[in-house]
C-alpha cells in the first residue's frame, strides 16, 4: 500500500433502503480483499455489514434528515462511522433475552472492539470498529 489511508464515505438523504448501506460496506470490504489484497475474514466481512445495517437503521429510525456512513481501514480494523442529525445518544440496554426487539445497540457493541459515542455541535457520531481477521477483544 501506498501510505495512503483507505476510506470511503456515503451519505444518505434518509430515505433510502438501508441495503444500500450494506451494500457499500460490502464493496469497502470486498476492495480490501481485491484492490489491496488485505485478509479479511467472512466473520469481519458479515460483522462489517451487520454494524452498517444496525447503525444507519437507527439514524433513518430515530434522526430526522441525512446521515453520513465513513469506512475507514485503520489498525487491521474497518472503523465505522455514522454521523447523524439526532443529538441525544443512545444508551445500550441491559441484556433481556425475553425483549422483543431493541437489541441492535447490543449487536453492535458485542461485534466491536471499540465502540464510542459523541455529540457534535450538531447531531451526533457514533464509531465502532471491527477487527478483519479474529474475533473482537
Known sequence: MSGRPVLAAVSFVGDEPVSHARHAAWDFVNELQAVHGIPVSDRAMGSVQLVVSELVTNAHKYAPGPCLLNLELTDG???????????????????????????????????SRSFELHRDPVGKRIKATIPLTGNPT
Request: proline share 11%; net charge negative; no cysteine.
Open 77 to 111: 480494523a474497518v472503523e465505522i462511522g455514522v454521523w447523524d442529525t439526532e443529538s441525544t445518544l443512545p444508551v445500550p440496554q441491559s441484556p433481556d433475552p425475553g425483549r422483543v426487539g431493541q437489541h441492535g445497540l447490543e449487536i453492535v457493541i458485542a461485534l
